[in-house]
């Protein structure tokens, strides 16, 4: 037996925020993230409808780029306090992310993090709160998915949270509060998107349900990435679209190992963060590669090439024309290709922030890791530790996948 669970209600579409006024409850906190719901007089709105419809507004500010432990615990502690009954996460990846953490201590208090990390372990959410996902960015979805990312910075290690029961409740997918974005975000969050859709894809959990989702993300993110990276507005507001529609695919198709290498990766060093689009994007044409050697996952390939539209006649050639369009995808985009070439910011430089002997040393910590991540045993083609220490040396040096 298989699930499929998206929130109950998702609001779509420009305007889509004043959903807001339709909410019954008492009080409604609102978890935001560095200020540019603010700037942009969006967090004002949201405020100002939650109040409209009857409720006491609190306001937690300041969650940051890859949120802590230490901010759910704090965010937590506030809720406790307020006793909301209706969380309202707005903002990028991060704030939501957090947001869903601290809902679970919320309901449950005496819960671990640790405990919270445990796949699929998260008992009964709903009895204090429901949960509210508002994204101001196009890539992470999380405003659909079953998923959380929270950081231990002690350890250096992104720790993702799997559960149903973290599904918001509703998702509202305004395409007003994405068109200011910078254009990096607008990069690094396309591809996190297009990951997204490719893993869940070739995933070992796809099914008839989560095909159709994948498929036309990519579809939409093909057509409508690059130009909205270059200013065309209506092709970001497309681009919010196709991210959610590849984040239901991926919450119940589950993902890859990109995305465990991805996390493992991103807080692993010490010069700064390698960022988590731009590491799913210089990672995914070396897993591609990987994957295909697994019959099954080299057809699934082949077909995203063949709906693409991209040519080829065999099933390993479009491997190699899907893996080179990703290049060049990256190329446009102003990705770097490799670890050994990622620069502060995840432009492209000669000497990228991770310098190759500490790569080295954490080499074997770091494959182990994302070993254990949740998202590996979706992955079609299982890894040694061996061969992920490999892989990972690819994604440093950029050199050819042939194991």
């Known amino acids: 037996m298989a699930r499929f669970t998206l929130p109950r209600d998702l609001y779509h579409g420009k305007g889509s925020l004043e959903a807001l006024k339709s909410f019954s409850g008492k009080k409604a906190i609102i978890c935001v993230g560095g200020g540019s719901m603010k700037r942009g ?32 615990m704090r965010g937590a502690e506030v809720m406790q306090k307020f006793e909301p009954d209706w969380i309202i996460a707005m903002g990028g990846g991060s704030p939501i992310d957090a947001a869903k953490a601290m809902w679970i201590k ?26 509210c996902a508002i994204s101001s960015t196009s890539g992470t979805a999380t405003e659909v998915t079953a998923f959380s990312i929270i950081t231990d910075y002690e350890k250096g290690i992104k ?23 910078p254009v990096h975000l607008v990069a690094h969050t396309g591809m996190d998107a297009m990951t997204h859709a490719i893993e869940a894809y070739v995933s070992t959990a796809n099914c008839n349900y ?23 507005m209506d092709s970001r507001d497309k681009m919010h679209d196709a991210q959610c529609l590849a984040g239901m695919a991926f ?29 799913n994007a210089m990672y995914l044409p070396k897993v591609i590669k990987f994957n295909s050697k697994d019959e099954t996952a080299k057809k699934r390939y082949g077909e995203i090439v063949d709906y693409m539209g991209l040519g080829g006649s065999s099933d390993d050639e479009k491997v190699g024309i899907l893996i080179n369009y990703l290049r060049k995808m990256n ?14 910011g995840g432009v492209p430089a000669d000497a990228g922030i991770v310098p190759e002997d500490e790569f080295l040393e954490k080499l074997p910590g770091i494959a182990a890791n994302a070993l254990l991540d949740a998202c590996t045993g979706s992955n079609p083609r299982q890894p040694s530790q061996e061969e992920m220490e490999k892989l990972l040396k690819c994604c440093y040096y950029d050199t050819e996948v042939d194991f």
């Open 41 to 72: 007089g969006f967090l004002d709105k949201a405020a100002s409808y939650l109040k409209e419809a009857g409720m006491e507004v609190e306001i937690f500010e300041g969650i940051e780029p890859d949120p802590s432990v230490e901010t759910v």
């Open 106 to 131: 919320y309901e449950y208090p005496d819960i671990t993090f640790e405990d919270m990390c445990k796949v699929f372990g998260i008992p009964p959410l709903r009895k204090k709160a429901r949960f």
């Open 159 to 181: 720790y993702p949270i799997a559960d149903f029961e973290i599904t918001p409740d509703v998702a509202i997918v305004d395409s007003e509060l994405v068109e200011t974005m």
């Open 210 to 232: 989560t095909d159709p989702l994948a498929i036309w993300a990519i579809k939409m993110i093909e057509a409508d990435l690059v130009k909205s990276y270059n200013g065309d």
């Open 251 to 279: 919450s119940n198709a589950l993902l890859g190992i990109v995305h465990s290498m991805a996390h493992k990766t991103g807080a692993a060093f010490k010069n700064g963060h390698i960022i988590h689009g731009a590491a």
């Open 331 to 344: 190329d446009d985009l102003n990705i770097p290709h490799c670890i050994k070439n990622y620069g502060e």
